[in-house]
């Protein structure tokens, strides 16, 4: 069973719960037979609050946000993001849930090069079908929201990796997601633009009621967040 520190289970019909995790178990096939990365996890994040996912590597802390984020089908177990059970969801919802109730923030940023910042940001709320002008402006709001008014027609080329970060974090922003997940979202940034990053995360769920889910390797990082889970590795491939 894949342990998780500390445990806690989601009350039922709790409207203020995030994302409810029950009995979630994950496996994939490897070419010594099968490797379960998560096996019987539970847990509950509440909307309003920032959480911090530790654990070594192998743990499954990325297979867990893949999960949440609709990326990965869920095998075993019942895993409920804002109200919907994600194992129950046809293709095209999820595809519809992945634009509109969750915001990825990942460690390399995943800007497109040849567009500007804020065409990056109006892509999300292109592919969400949003009209022309709207989301024009909605992307200058996220940009100011960042601290990047001024940055607003520059390329990643031209961006650091800290306003990089929050051009993705303001992507991540633009179909207002109930849930924010971010992996390792500091992992290429130097101490300044860090401390800014994690500054806005931190600030989100109270801003925009929402909940954001993080994965570290930081303990000092995990220590900023309103709670902290552990993963431990569960094992060896079986045949």
């Given at each position: 069973m894949t342990a998780i520190y500390p445990s806690t289970a989601a009350p039922q019909n709790d409207p203020h719960t995030a994302i409810a995790v029950s009995g979630l178990s994950h496996a994939y096939t490897v070419a010594e037979g099968s490797l379960v990365v998560i096996d019987g996890l539970d847990f509950a994040v509440r909307f309003g609050e920032t959480v911090a996912i530790t654990g070594p590597s192998g743990a499954g802390k990325t297979t867990l946000l893949s999960l949440i984020g609709g990326l990965d089908r869920v095998q075993q177990g019942s895993l409920e993001v804002a109200g919907r059970e994600l194992r129950t969801l046809s293709s095209d919802a999820l595809a519809e849930y992945r634009r509109n109730t969750v915001g990825f923030v990942f460690q390399d940023y995943g800007l497109l090069p040849t567009l500007s910042a804020a065409e990056n940001v109006e892509l999300a709320l292109s592919l969400a079908g949003v009209a022309r002008r709207t989301r024009r402006a909605r992307a200058r709001e996220l940009l100011e929201l960042v601290g990047l008014t001024a940055r607003i027609d520059h390329r990643p080329a031209a961006l650091s990796g800290g306003e990089s970060q929050r051009v993705a974090i303001a992507r991540a922003l633009a179909?207002?997601?109930?849930?924010?997940?971010?992996?390792?979202?500091?992992?290429?940034?130097?101490?300044?633009?860090?401390?800014?990053?994690?500054?806005?995360?931190?600030?989100?769920?109270?801003?925009?009621?929402?909940?954001?889910?993080?994965?570290?390797?930081?303990?000092?990082?995990?220590?900023?967040?309103?709670?902290?889970?552990?993963?431990?590795?569960?094992?060896?491939?079986?045949?």
């Open positions: 179909n207002e997601p109930r849930v924010v997940l971010a992996d390792e979202p500091t992992g290429n940034l130097d101490e300044g633009s860090s401390a800014r990053v994690l500054e806005l995360l931190a600030g989100l769920p109270a801003e925009l009621d929402c909940a954001v889910v993080m994965v570290t390797h930081n303990p000092s990082i995990a220590r900023q967040c309103d709670r902290e889970f552990g993963l431990a590795a569960v094992g060896e491939p079986r045949p």
